[in-house]
């Protein structure tokens, strides 16, 4: 199993551009999660999704969208860059609450400059 | 929501035991403990959890007080490829948008 993945790995935008960052996963979890990671900060929690086709807002959510057509797949997009999206994002996966504790499975990240 | 509390960083001496302490004063009856860490450059990976009762895995240990409201990670014989974040959360077993990752414990290990 690959786990989770995560694409691109890097990406350098020009403010105003706009780009999706795809997250999946092959461990069949009903839960999926994009946090975004600032230097020497921990983890915000950008948006997350309970299912296919559900998405909810986490903590931080302005400025970004998502979508979960596929119970692997969970997009987020960026339709108007800033230079304060300027961050590592991670993308993370579970099973749902009541099996293994509802543990985090995570990606390798991807870092986002904005300029 | 519930909330953690860590201290920003420890230092520990090669194949010393390390006590990553962590207070969860709000926690409530339904949070799990959890315990990521997170190697430089590199996406968090799982380490522990429990709820009421102290774990063991391969990987560490974990104590948990008996009124909940504080954990610690033990680590028992520190190596330097345990030199990272360490970060506790409560996962709410009910709402998975309740998880809030903290700014975590930066471990040092020393040869």
């Known amino acids: 199993n690959a786990g989770v993945t995560q694409t691109p790995k890097f990406r350098v935008l020009k403010t105003g551009q706009s780009m999706t960052l795809l997250c999946a996963q092959d461990?069949?979890?009903?839960?999926m999660y994009w946090y975004r990671q600032d230097p020497g900060m921990g983890l915000r929690l950008i948006h997350y999704s309970v299912g296919e086709g559900t998405t909810a807002k986490g903590e931080v959510p302005d400025g970004y969208n998502v979508s979960r057509l596929k119970k692997q797949n969970f997009l987020l997009g960026l339709e108007s860059a800033a230079p304060s999206q300027t961050s590592v994002y991670f993308c993370?996966?579970?099973?749902?609450?009541?099996?293994?504790?509802?543990?985090?499975?995570f990606g390798p990240g991807t870092r986002l400059t904005v300029l | 929501d519930a909330k953690t509390t860590q201290p920003n960083s420890m230092e520990s001496n090669e194949e010393e035991p390390v006590h990553l302490p962590c207070n969860h004063s709000?926690?409530?009856?339904?949070?799990?403990i959890h315990w990521y860490r997170q190697l430089p450059s590199q996406g968090p990976e799982y380490v522990i959890h429990g709820l009421t009762s102290n774990v063991n895995n391969r990987m560490a240990s974990l104590a948990i007080a008996e009124d909940r409201k504080s954990s610690t990670l033990i680590l028992h014989r520190a190596t330097l490829r345990d030199a990272a974040v360490y970060y506790c959360i409560l996962r709410h077993n009910t709402n998975a948008g309740k998880s809030t990752f903290g700014d975590g414990t930066t471990l040092t290990v020393k040869p």
């Open positions: 993370a996966s579970s099973h749902e609450p009541g099996q293994a504790a509802h543990t985090q499975y």
């Open positions: 461990m069949n979890h009903e839960y």
């Open positions: 709000t926690i409530s009856g339904t949070d799990y």
